[in-house]
């Protein structure tokens, strides 16, 4: 499997459905994000969208609306559920002689049957292999894009609270759930976080936590305030990651980036709001940047970034809408190797 940051064909999109039990309050506002998002992704690669032929005229016409390159938005018949595409689109992979790209379909629970229903999202793999003309292999256990964080050195990231949880793969071992991910995504370690940030109803997937940005640097968010729930599972981490060393032996520089002050939502469903900056989106030439209203940290988090994605153009998006769903801009997407 690519690192992130490996030359990409296209960013595929789950589009929000409009079905009852999805977005039932927030629908027009997130609509009006994922455009935007479309749009900023249109400018540097193809934007592929999974969602029914009924709505494809209407979403074609917001995301042109956001002023998207329109030979870039590309739309598919691939009928789904919800948005988090990181979580069950299919995972890519290359050979590492020819090339050739092949799709892996890992299983999708909903995240521990936490929500429902996710049948057609589930089948999101099978469309994309057959559109595209893929081999697709089936892995045979649940696994989210979004709880798996990787380099081009055959590392892995990931958290114990999410794979480990047997609201996943109960008769699985760690060791055979290490086996299973080093053999289809060809990996040859996997590293073990601890437990994810509050609100996050994924259990705690990494891409909130600790991303690479290059095979030898790693961001880890960070929260500052002693007193927030954060403050200690992020430590811990941080502690964790200090143990964490690159094929040859040499430590990776390991940067911290403070999380947003904390997101309240008293009267919505998670009372506290899973965001973090890290949970960016690298495109080619450009990196998409989850922002948050909060014009000191979103320009502190923003700058840092811009000094780490030197050469790429960086694009700040306002995901507060989003992530009173439970995610942001690496949640819903999932890129396609070139």
Request: proline content about 7%; some cysteine; aromatic content about 8%.
């Amino acid at each position: 499997m690519p690192a992130e940051w490996a030359p990409q064909s296209a960013i595929w999109l789950s589009w929000p459905s409009g079905h009852p039990d999805c977005w039932p309050e927030t629908l027009a506002k997130v609509e009006i994000v994922f455009a935007e998002i479309a749009a900023a992704i249109s400018r540097y690669e193809p934007v592929r969208i999974n969602a029914p032929a009924a709505r494809h005229e209407e979403i074609r016409r917001q995301i042109l609306g956001a002023r998207a390159a329109a030979d870039q938005v590309e739309l598919y018949d691939h009928p789904n559920n919800d948005v988090w595409c990181r979580d069950h689109g299919p995972l890519f992979v290359k050979h590492r002689d020819t090339g050739a790209l092949a799709i892996t379909d890992w299983g999708f629970n909903g995240w521990g049957d936490k929500f429902g229903p996710y049948e057609l999202d589930n089948e999101i793999p099978v469309h994309i292999a057959n559109t595209l003309g893929l081999p697709r292999f089936e892995a045979g256990m649940i696994l989210e894009g979004g709880s798996i964080e990787q380099n081009s050195l055959g590392q892995m990231l990931t958290t114990e609270a999410v794979l480990l949880n047997p609201n996943r793969n109960p008769d699985l071992s760690r060791g055979e759930i290490e086996e299973r991910i080093k053999s289809y995504l060809g990996m040859d370690e996997i590293f073990w976080l601890g437990s994810g940030i509050e609100g996050d109803d994924t259990d705690g997937h990494i891409d909130d936590i600790a991303r690479f940005v290059n095979d030898a640097t790693i961001v880890i968010s960070r929260e500052p305030d002693g007193t927030n729930p954060n403050h200690r599972v992020l430590a811990e981490n941080r502690e964790r990651l200090g143990d964490f060393r690159l094929p040859d032996g040499s430590k990776p520089e390991i940067i911290e980036i403070d999380l947003p002050e904390a997101c309240l939502a008293p009267d919505w469903r998670l009372p506290m709001l899973p965001a973090s900056y890290v949970n960016f989106l690298i495109l080619n030439g450009a990196v998409l940047v989850p922002v948050f209203g909060q014009e000191k940290r979103d320009r502190a988090a923003v700058g840092l970034l811009g000094e780490l994605f030197a050469g790429r153009e960086i694009v700040p998006i306002n995901a507060i809408d989003i992530v009173r769903e439970g995610g942001a801009i690496h949640c819903i997407s999932q890129q396609q190797p070139a």
